[in-house]
């Protein structure tokens, strides 16, 4: 079983930039891809970006291509997502999560979430 630890979130204005990191335990970390999900309020959760297991293969949302990066760091047990250029749309409860399989994009493709961090950006 895995353990995912989110921080990083806060709050920044319109055009800034902030870096989420999720830390994981349990399973060997180099062993499974992971991903960022993200939930504003009276929404569903949807997919912004994942990596897989080597970090060599990235995906990510249409929303947030050209302006997120997902990175990780084996040696850390982290993933990051590194968000520029932040819009107030990007409000939200970051959420990192298990690949079940490459190129998911569907929360039931991904599994062992952890407890979210919040990201909020002004106007």
């Known amino acids: 079983q895995v353990q995912l630890v989110e921080s990083g979130g806060g709050l920044v204005q319109a055009g800034g930039s902030l870096r989420l990191s999720c830390v994981a335990s349990g399973r060997t970390f180099s062993s499974y891809g992971l991903g960022w999900f993200r939930q504003a309020p009276g929404k569903e959760r949807e997919f912004a970006a994942a990596?897989?297991?080597?970090?060599?293969?990235?995906w990510y949302a249409d929303s947030v291509k050209g302006r997120f990066a997902i990175s990780r760091d084996n040696a850390k047990n982290t993933v990051y997502l590194q968000m520029n250029s932040l819009k107030p749309e990007d409000t939200a409860v970051y959420y990192c999560?298990?690949?079940?399989?490459?190129?998911?994009?569907?929360?039931?493709?991904?599994?062992?979430w952890g407890q979210g961090t919040q990201v909020t950006v002004s106007s």
């Open positions: 990596i897989n297991w080597s970090g060599s293969i990235t």
């Open positions: 999560a298990v690949a079940l399989r490459a190129y998911g994009r569907e929360a039931h493709d991904f599994a062992s």
